[in-house]
């Protein structure tokens, strides 16, 4: 089982960027997909993306597809997220998680699949 360490919050104003960073340790990082779930002050947490192994298949949620991206580097047993033209909405504690898979599955935004979880990284937008 994978330990997840997020990075790379802060403060930052309405439409600026930030890159969220996801550090793996442990065995066999290549085997997993890992997805980006947020939550909000008083709200469920929700999946914005994920990234499958290799071929790394991703997929967005509709909240922040066209200003984030997602990215991994197996060698660095790393995933990032590239957050770009940040909202006052998009203010939450960012987790990445994790799930082991076969090759062929693509990942998946639902939290029910994923076994390891991050502590998270709070992201605030504000002016």
């Known amino acids: 089982q994978l330990q997840l360490v997020e990075s790379g919050g802060g403060l930052v104003q309405p439409g600026g960027s930030l890159r969220l960073s996801c550090a793996a340790s442990?065995?066999?990082?290549?085997?997993?997909?890992i997805g980006w779930f947020r939550q909000a002050p008083g709200k469920e947490r929700e999946g914005i993306s994920c990234?499958?192994?290799?071929?790394?298949?991703?997929s967005y949620s509709d909240s922040v597809k066209d200003r984030f991206t997602i990215s991994r580097d197996n060698g660095k047993k790393t995933v990032y997220l590239q957050v770009n033209s940040l909202k006052p909405e998009d203010t939450a504690v960012y987790y990445c998680?994790?799930?082991?898979?076969?090759?062929?599955?693509?990942?998946?935004?639902?939290?029910?699949?994923?076994?390891?979880w991050g502590q998270g990284t709070q992201v605030t937008v504000s002016s």
């Open positions: 998680a994790a799930f082991p898979t076969i090759l062929s599955v693509d990942c998946t935004l639902e939290e029910r699949d994923y076994r390891s």
């Open positions: 990234i499958s192994r290799r071929p790394a298949r991703t």
């Open positions: 442990g065995v066999s990082f290549d085997r997993y997909a």
